[in-house]
């Protein structure tokens, strides 16, 4: 949806150049609208994207001599906030509400549409869009033909300002059994038939951050969706069971090798970091975690703790003299 943001500011800022050549409208000299700065944005319902606030600065993909011609800033803020709405949201000519907000994740976005650039650049400017170049203005004649050149149409970054959640501290009641600092098992067993009933462990502690372990019911969610999404044998082999949060049984196997193997559903990682972190998987970055805004853990999306995790095989004592494992 954040795409559009691009699609509308390109369609303001390319109509003062079809306008330049006929008689033009004298709009009030807009505000908030500078050099400096000149933002664009929209606000969600709160029952999408958490009711998060896009927001775009205009003013890099604006030439420097429009700033002295006020009619055609105001023309470019005009067609912007007339032309475009979000799902029934009305862009408007202002930054993001900074108040109870926090700025998280961001998107790069087409800055441009093929079908209004051509219209408007070939009636305007005599171009053909996108093989126009980056062109002189003619300010004295109301005539900005750079917008349709490369420079002021290259991908854009939307920034996301999302609410900020309650702080509800450290959970008082320890974490769940088995899954603590250091120690954090996972394992499955292979049918008797399938690599000799084989059990592979892993030791999902190394993936999980320093800080979720003060808050238990940030593991216990994390234990959760380990048990519920990821599964065994996705890659078509033979190796297959279900996925339990306990080591192998020691006592009754041995160890004898292992095998590096990826540690992330790409189904889950997508929609839970893009919902939950604004980010598109698996380009998220390795973003700090911010846990008293509602349990906040966004450094498990990036390359850090997604990188392969080894399994180690624990195989039957009673498997130890065949001749495929010696």
């Not at 940030?218 to 069971?241: C, F, H, M, R, W």
């Not at 966004?298 to 010696?326: H, M, R």
Request: with cysteine; hydrophobic share 30%; charged share 15%.
């Amino acid at each position: 949806m954040v795409k559009y943001i691009a699609v509308l500011l390109s369609l303001g800022g390319a109509l003062p150049v079809a306008n330049a050549f006929g008689p033009r409208p004298s709009p009030n000299a807009p505000s908030g609208c500078t050099k400096s700065g000149c933002f664009f944005s929209y606000t969600n319902p709160a029952g999408v994207n958490q009711g998060r606030c896009g927001e775009v600065d205009a003013a890099p993909r604006m030439p420097a001599d429009i700033w002295d011609d006020q009619n055609a800033v105001g023309e470019y803020i005009l067609a912007t906030t007339n032309w475009y709405t979000v799902d029934g949201v009305k862009l408007k000519q202002k930054p993001c509400d900074r108040a109870g907000r926090k700025q998280k994740g961001s998107q790069t976005v087409s800055w441009t549409t093929s079908t209004l650039m051509k219209n408007t650049c070939s009636t305007g400017c005599d171009c053909d869009y996108p093989m126009c170049p980056d062109s002189p203005d003619v300010p004295r004649n109301h005539q900005y033909c750079s917008l349709c050149g490369p420079k002021f149409n290259a991908p854009i970054t939307v920034k996301f300002w999302v609410a900020k959640g309650p702080n509800p501290g450290p959970a008082p009641s320890p974490p769940p059994a088995g899954c603590k600092r250091g120690s954090c098992p996972f394992s499955y067993i292979n049918p008797g038939n399938v690599n000799f009933g084989r059990c592979g462990e892993v030791d999902a502690s190394s993936r999980m951050p320093g800080d979720i372990w003060g808050y238990p019911r940030a593991v216990q969610q994390y234990v959760e969706a380990t048990l519920k999404y990821y599964s065994i044998g996705d890659n078509g082999g033979p190796e297959g069971g279900a996925l339990v949060q306990a080591p192998c049984d020691h006592t009754t196997r041995f160890q004898k090798g292992n095998q590096s193997v990826s540690w992330t559903d790409p189904e889950l990682m997508r929609q839970t970091c893009s919902v939950l972190c604004y980010c598109n998987w698996p380009q998220c970055p390795d973003a700090p975690d911010d846990p008293g805004n509602q349990l906040d853990f966004c450094s498990l999306c990036g390359p850090t703790f997604n990188q392969p995790i080894d399994v180690e095989f624990w195989y039957p004592k009673l498997a130890a003299g065949t001749a495929q494992l010696k």
